[in-house]
């Protein structure tokens, strides 16, 4: 009998240890996932001379090793998210994970130019399925709150440092060992993270047997996919070209079947209380803009310090190492301020030290320093890019039904990659109509430099939509 007594009380602190456990676990899974498909978006760029040199591509086709991911992981983001919620968030990490893997290691042992292309193409397929789960699996494991607003918070802080580490994470693969390391890095951690999460995730599905919408799959994925390459062929044939007004149309033309389709069908795949629910819509558009310009603050900054101020490759990738830094401490520092200000003041406040950032920087020239044209500006711009993301992902997944979690991350995720390309493609314009062609290194600062200010523009836009449509408070959010 005393033996049968004190059972529980040993059972208890046991099954508290492993749900903690558990719960860290779900963390730093969701943040290994998160970080290397961030990275992959811009870790390629550095690494594209020695990629052309070693299989033979041209320009085109070295940009094409960069454009086939982020078409498929934009692509498929929405179906990759609902599939979560309809299947189950662990099996959907493990599987977009695990394609995400083998892709890498295939496209690291590649030897012929379709094999790379191959590669990027099925590891954006993976990335898609992959990033929406991060999320959900965040949300689902930690109920609303500040343990919630903290886990989301260590997720932004390290997809905000993938997006950063890029440059420097090529540029450090490339020069030490080769090109293929780029790729074949993500093979050795994904394997780690796949038996971590196959081992201590806990499965969460959303119950009722329904079933994906196939039509609706199909018409948003083609028509975020034609969007997105229509963005991408700004950069080579520019806006008037009879290919990207083609691919641009279509991919409007799609969308808008694929709404009307979706008001329709029993079981939508973004059902409309979706689009009805003025937090997620909100928070969205939030993420759009300021991707918009934000993402452009690595590429711009990359040239300014290459073409303008002569900076060899892996020295401009550990010069990003202060805007690394600072975009996390952003991120991490946000939920503190959150629970004094509201989530909304603090994406306000994050978008406009930003805009700060951004106007400093557009002061740029060609006689410029590294104290005073990078490191006081870019800073700046990091540390209001990681203030804004964490309560603006916190507030869109408040905003959510408990089974449109995966959905909604999907969303979230499609909204900061199609803002990032669609501004990367607007602000290139505006940079080369300023430049008109010339390789000088004053006239390239010019035109970055107006790429800033047109930047800052954005992020002001983006500061009036969120005072005006986001809630004030995280708790209305939840129960609007």
């Given at each position: ?9 040993r059972?208890?602190p046991?099954a508290g240890?492993?749900?903690?456990l ?11 996932g998160?970080?290397?498909v961030v ?13 052309r040199t ?7 086709g070295?940009?094409?090793?960069v ?12 179906l990759g998210g ?5 299947y ?7 599987a ?6 083998a892709a ?5 042992l ?12 099925v590891?954006?397929?993976g990335?898609?399925v992959l990033?929406p ?6 949300t689902?494991?930690?109920p ?9 918070a260590?997720w932004s802080?390290v ?9 420097l994470?090529?540029g ?21 993270v796949?038996?971590?999460a196959a081992v201590w ?17 199909v018409?948003?994925?083609c028509g975020l996919?034609?969007?997105a ?5 700004t950069?080579?044939?520019g ?13 409007v033309?799609?969308l808008a079947?694929?709404v ?10 973004m059902?409309?209380?979706v ?5 997620v819509?909100a ?5 759009f803009?300021?991707?918009a310009?934000?993402?452009c603050m690595?590429y711009?900054m990359s040239?300014?310090?290459?073409n303008?101020?002569?900076?060899p490759?892996?020295?401009?990738g550990l ?9 996390m401490?952003?991120a ?11 989530a ?9 030290t930003?805009?700060?950032g951004?106007?400093?920087?557009s002061?740029?020239?060609?006689d ?12 700046l ?9 964490t ?7 408040a905003?959510a039904?408990?089974?449109?979690g995966?959905?909604v ?6 909204s900061r990659?199609?803002?990032g ?6 602000l290139?314009?505006?940079a ?6 010339s390789a000088?290194p004053?006239a ?11 930047g ?13 449509a ?7 959010a939840?129960?609007?």
């Open positions: 009998m005393p033996l049968r007594r004190h059972t529980p009380a059972r208890a046991d240890r492993s749900a903690a558990s719960r860290r676990v779900a963390v730093l899974a969701a943040c290994a998160q970080f290397l990275l992959d978006v811009s870790v390629m760029n550095v690494a594209l001379p020695s990629v070693d299989l033979g591509l041209g320009e085109l070295g940009q094409w090793v454009n086939t991911y982020t078409l498929t992981f934009a692509g498929f983001m929405l609902r599939a979560a919620d309809l189950g968030r662990k099996r959907v990490f493990l977009g994970l695990g394609l995400f893997t890498s290691l295939a496209g690291g590649a030897q012929e130019p379709w094999q790379l292309l191959a590669a990027r193409s590891q954006g397929c990335a898609a990033a789960a991060t999320l959900t699996i965040l689902s494991v930690f609303h709150g500040r343990a919630r607003t903290k886990a989301i260590a802080a997809g905000a440092g993938g997006g950063a580490a890029g440059g994470v090529g450090l693969l490339t020069d030490a060992l080769s090109w293929r390391w780029v790729l074949l890095i993500n093979v050795p951690v994904g394997v780690v796949l038996t971590a995730l806990t499965e969460h599905r959303q119950p009722g047997g329904r079933r994906l919408d196939v039509p609706g799959a018409l948003v994925t996919g034609a969007l390459f229509g963005v991408v062929r950069e080579s044939t806006w008037t070209a009879p290919d990207t007004l083609a691919a641009l149309g279509a991919g033309v799609l079947v694929f009307g389709v979706e008001f329709r069908t029993r079981s939508p795949l059902p409309p209380s689009f009805r629910s003025r937090t819509s928070a969205n558009a939030a993420v803009t300021n991707g310009a934000m993402f690595w711009f040239l300014y310090m290459q303008v101020l002569d900076y490759p892996l020295q401009a010069a990003f190492l202060p805007q690394s830094l600072s975009v401490a952003g991490t520092v946000a939920p503190r301020l959150m629970l004094p200000l509201g909304r003041n603090v994406a306000v406040l994050g978008a406009l930003a805009a700060a951004y106007l400093w920087q002061g740029m020239h060609a410029g320093d590294y104290l005073t044209t990078v490191l006081g500006p870019g800073v711009m990091a540390l209001g890019a990681g203030l804004a993301v309560p603006l992902a916190a507030l869109a997944t905003g039904a408990p089974g449109d995966g959905l991350s999907g969303l979230l995720n499609t990659t199609m803002g390309a669609l501004g990367l493609a607007v290139s314009t505006v080369a109509a300023r430049t008109g062609g000088d004053s390239l600062a010019e035109g970055y430099a107006l790429a800033f200010r047109t800052a523009g954005i992020l002001v836009a983006s500061v009036v939509l969120m005072i005006v986001l809630p004030r408070t995280e708790r209305e939840a129960h609007e």
